[in-house]
DNA sequence: TACAATTTGATTGTACACAATTAAATTAAG
DNA sequence: CTTAATTTAATTGTGTACAATCAAATTGTA
């Protein structure tokens, strides 16, 4: 029964992909209150972090293309969230900062993780070791 | 440190969602000689399953609205994958058949998840232990 | 110095993804 | 038999994703 990989059932890469649209589901409601998706939260995150970064340099740290962050920094830029600033030494990289409005977030943002964590009832040694597996294989990448 | 929950090292939804985008990304050469993309390759999965069904039952079973899979839907049957009939006894319903053209995709599409698996580098109790724990997650939703 | 190769964002085009709304058909209650 | 409630797709609008291409700036090399 050679014929059974195509099961849907036997797939591993449908329930990431499942699962990952419904975490960004849980996500949503909790990211509401402050005006971002859960791809700008991510950004939001690096910037607490870095106080300013590259689009390139941004990129490489979530796995995503300027095709895809130029529109959503602009956005972001439009809620008052970031700055987009081109570089004085380097005219081709463009820097993004967090504004005031941005930084702000970083205080009430630290119940986001607190209530998802709550609502995803997983134990916690199961919470580690799909941490652990998914790290393992972005590593690959 | 409670402040570390923020940092993006720390996120379990964030290896996931890169994760997920990183194995699309790899199976995308892998469909390439279909004409299909990975959600479109999903349907065709549970069509090798069921023959028919309804755009509603497909919806529940890959976890996505009509407002993906109507369009999506229309471009697979532009392309000659799928059939689009509206039900004889409830013309609110819309049910999906392969064509022939579509059903002669499965005999080669087995090669898809040998390729896959071949490329992912995972032990194969970690493949199991990270189904196992996305499907439970999968279950509480 | 010239100038080809490289780097970096931006742009374009296609394809999801989903909330919210609409429209059509069916079902159920009185 | 009527009409309100429900069911089901389709539509609309916004926001990712990403391949491919472009344009501008910088760098390396003869």
């Not at 529109?71 to 504004?99: A, F, I, Q």
Request: net charge neutral; proline share 4%.
């Amino acid at each position: 029964m050679t014929k059974d990989i195509l099961k849907l059932d036997n797939q591993l890469c449908f329930p990431l992909y499942a699962a990952t649209r419904q975490m960004t589901k849980l996500y949503r409601p909790l990211l509401e209150k402050f005006d971002v998706t859960y791809p700008q939260y991510l950004v939001l995150l690096v910037l607490f972090e870095t106080e300013t970064i590259t689009v390139k340099a941004l990129g490489h740290r979530l796995f995503l293309d300027s095709g895809t962050l130029t529109p959503m920094l602009k956005r972001m830029e439009e809620r008052g969230l970031v700055k987009r600033t081109r570089s004085l030494t380097d005219e081709r990289v463009v820097e993004v900062t967090l504004t005031d409005k941005g930084k702000a977030i970083e205080k009430k943002a630290e119940e986001v993780p607190v209530a998802f964590t709550k609502e995803i009832n997983l134990e916690e040694a199961e919470y580690f070791e799909l941490k652990r597996i998914l790290t393992k294989i972005l590593d690959q990448v």
